[in-house]
């Protein structure tokens, strides 16, 4: 047992040495103190710390050896104000540097001295036999500078001059007072708080952190919440350094994360997409989309193809977009309620979740992308029959190019709604609002062809026109051919829904899945990874049907696919997908032959998308109004339409100022030379400005003007926009004028 000699003068004539020995705890009867009673935080020493740091070494080299047994801090001790000493289990701990949030408050860094001991725990020189390094941190408490701290951490040595960064093999966490033991003052607020005394105490390492790695998956207030509830909510947790601080400090984190993330987030879809495990069946970046990335699992197409091309009995795809989520994306799930399965709550064909496409615009172009790109991937897709939705003539366009079978199914809750509220604007009392409702939703969509159609709506014109003079002739404006197309029980019954009309509800409650899981400030990386998970999820309760778990069961006329649970583990892999594919193959028994992969598909140029940045307007509903211009743009003011100056380029007057201050341009965006004063008239393109500096690529957060040369707009990244000539120019050109322009152009000029 090491011990330590001591000097007492109780004697007049001299002193007296006393030996005592090194005890482990301060108490007399051998048993372990804890701090605040709690058992994850035990004293090493009770009383004051040894300071020399050649018995600290001795403590170290007894427990590294195992020559003795020390009670180990779990945690971090909280609140300790008096002279004490810890040894702390740094690898139970969140983070290493979860030690300093020790709830005293704010301490200033004095010192930190380093040493250096060979295998036998002996002092030497740096590199010269250095098996171990021992680091000493000095602190003194901000609010009373006589309160000292002091961690001391070993480490293993692995020759480097620089200081090591690896986990400590063991730390000691000192406590002292320099002088007498005192009462410390009360603890102050935040040095940089202004509107609250609320004392301030330093939130662990291993928290922050997490907040870091939540914040984008759910909202601020889910994070503090399922923070606490992680650290045993109020009522189990060790103290209020385990948990956020307010949700202040969330905001603040949230605020340290790049800006550039959305950049980061498109360059690792790419990335992504090449990976043959990954969902993300292709990415497009055009002036048509903007930005459209098509998710599709393999077992989705597969289940699209049984299902949704089976002549004999289709299953309709559905389709709704919904808004918002993701940093103002567009999200639009296929849906379909599959036809073999029941939901074990609702008893009710359970809503799978299709291909989906995730975008920033919202137009038939990028809904013709998107069949597409299914098509693409499993030709045999272009024999869907039915495709139901509320009112989204662009969808249904897009998807006709490439699925000329397609027939529309609307929802007819939508139209319903949509009636009524026309009937309500034109003042109709209730009764009459109910006689006519009957009419349309009881007998005209209820009609067998269109001839009967026509028939019904003659019988019901007078009586229409005696209510109101308008309802009829609205009603063959906007309705009528819906009811005719996509309506009517000859529809209907042609989709297999025999006398049931199509709802939008499955797409609907996909919707708010997504949304319940996908929140407005989720990356487009975390939205994918939460689509993915949906799916997974998904499938596995399919697949588990096979046995009789999950969420879902087999309809009795498909009980004879299922499966004992003991025969279906007992199978190889390739026997079990065998048997997985019989929930759609059954079902589609009498599917035609694989069709030959459609006539020619537009193609959509890909570019790299860190380099483009999303539509304005993406994420918003179109109810939303935009914020106008105080004043034109320059473009509108040369050109009459400016929405046409956003797809050409135009030839200007160079001497013409572009600016409020007379500034003209003096250099080509794409060559970089500089204008002469032969240079009079130059080109103008609206692009996303790129430049270079310091090494990183940057890009403008908005459309500008650049200027070049006109034989410079047959550059590769103009020479796909036509050329015209502003109103303004045209009067005062010249032949020779335009002559000139079309030589260095090698192109005709066309006008406004």
């Not at 004095?110 to 002996?122: A, I, K, V």
């Not at 969330?250 to 950049?263: G, L």
């Not at 030589?743 to 066309?750: A, F, T, W």
Request: charged letters at 25%; one cysteine or more.
């Amino acid at each position: 047992m090491f011990c330590f000699t001591i000097v007492s003068d109780d004697s007049p004539v001299r002193k007296r040495r006393r030996t005592i020995p090194l005890a482990l705890s301060s108490d007399s009867d051998g048993e372990t103190q804890l701090l605040n009673d709690d058992e994850s935080t035990p004293f090493y020493k009770n009383g004051r710390p040894l300071r020399d740091i050649s018995k600290l070494i001795v403590i170290f080299k007894n427990i590294l050896t195992n020559q003795s047994s020390v009670p180990l801090c779990t945690a971090v001790p909280y609140g300790c104000c008096k002279p004490a000493m810890f040894v702390i289990d740094v690898p139970r701990l969140g983070s290493l540097k979860d030690v300093v949030s020790d709830g005293l408050g704010s301490f200033i860094n004095l010192s930190c001295d380093w040493y250096y001991l060979n295998d036998q725990f002996e002092r030497c020189k740096e590199q010269l036999g250095a098996t171990y390094e021992i680091k000493s941190t000095h602190y003194s408490l901000k609010r009373d500078s006589s309160f000292k701290r002091r961690i001391v951490e070993i480490r293993d040595y692995d020759g480097n001059t620089k200081r090591s960064n690896s986990n400590p093999k063991l730390t000691l966490l000192c406590y002292d007072f320099k002088g007498t033991v005192h009462e410390l003052q009360d603890m102050p607020p935040h040095g940089n708080c202004k509107t609250t005394r609320t004392p301030f105490t330093s939130t662990k390492k291993s928290v922050r952190d997490n907040i870091k790695t939540s914040i984008g998956k759910v909202s601020h207030t889910k994070v503090h919440d399922k923070l606490l509830a992680d650290a045993g909510g109020l009522m189990h947790c060790k103290n209020d350094t385990d948990y956020p601080r307010n949700m202040k400090q969330i905001y603040n984190v949230k605020a340290t994360i790049s800006d550039n993330q959305s950049k980061d987030d498109l360059y690792e879809v790419i990335l992504r997409k090449n990976d043959p495990s990954s969902c993300i069946l292709d990415v497009h970046n055009a002036h048509a989309c903007n930005l459209a990335i098509t998710m599709a699992s393999q077992y989705q197409l597969d289940m699209l193809e049984a299902l949704c091309c089976d002549p004999s009995r289709p299953v309709v795809l559905g389709i709704d977009m919904t808004y918002n989520c993701a940093n103002k994306f567009y999200v639009t799930p296929t849906v379909i309620q599959h036809p073999m399965l029941l939901h074990n709550d609702t008893l009710s064909e359970p809503a799978i979740m299709g291909p989906t496409l995730i975008h920033t615009e919202h137009n038939e172009g990028v809904y013709r992308i998107f069949a597409g790109d299914l098509v693409n991937a499993r030709p045999s897709l272009c024999g869907i029959k039915f495709l139901g939705s509320d009112k989204q003539r662009e969808c249904f366009k897009g998807f006709k190019v490439h699925m000329s079978e397609l027939r529309l199914l609307l929802c007819r809750k939508h139209v319903e709604d949509n009636i009524k509220s026309y009937l309500e604007k034109q003042g109709i009392a209730e009764a009459h609002k109910m006689n006519i409702s009957n009419d349309i939703f009881l007998d005209l969509i209820e009609s067998r062809d269109s001839s009967e159609l026509d028939t019904k709506l003659e019988v019901v014109k007078d009586s229409w026109a005696k209510v109101n003079d308008n309802i009829y002739p609205w009603f063959m404006r906007y309705q009528y051919e819906s009811f005719k197309s996509s309506l009517i029980r000859c529809c209907r019954e042609a989709a297999g829904l025999k006398g049931k009309h199509f709802y939008n509800n499955a797409c609907e409650s996909v919707n708010s899945m997504i949304k319940k899981n996908v929140s407005r400030q989720t990356s487009l990386i975390v939205l994918i990874d939460e689509w993915t998970e949906l799916v997974n999820s998904q499938e596995s309760n399919l697949h588990r049907s096979l046995i009789g778990e999950g969420k879902f069961h087999l309809k009795a006329e498909y009980k004879h696919l299922q499966v004992q649970k003991q025969l279906f583990f007992k199978k190889n892999e390739v026997q079990r997908r065998d048997m997985l594919c019989k929930l759609n193959k059954q079902y589609a028994c009498n599917l035609r032959q694989q069709m030959s992969q459609s006539s020619s598909t537009s193609t959509v140029t890909l570019t790299q998308l860190v380099t483009d940045p999303v539509s304005q307007r993406a994420g918003h509903k179109q109810s939303d109004k935009p914020r106008h211009r105080k004043t034109p743009s320059i473009a509108a003011q040369y050109c009459k339409d400016e929405d046409c100056h956003q797809s050409h380029a135009i030839i200007r007057d160079r001497l013409h100022p572009v600016s409020k201050k007379g500034k003209q341009p003096s250099k080509c965006y794409n060559c970089k030379k500089l204008f002469n004063d032969d240079d009079r008239f130059i080109g103008c393109v609206k692009t996303y400005c790129q430049w270079r500096k310091d090494g990183i690529n940057h890009i403008s957060k908005s459309i500008e003007n650049v200027y070049v040369h006109p034989k410079c707009l047959s550059h590769q990244d103009f020479e796909s926009k036509p050329v015209h000539v502003c109103n303004y120019l045209h009067k005062i050109l010249t032949q020779k004028d335009i002559e000139g322009i079309e030589s260095g152009l090698g192109k005709s000029l066309s006008e406004c």
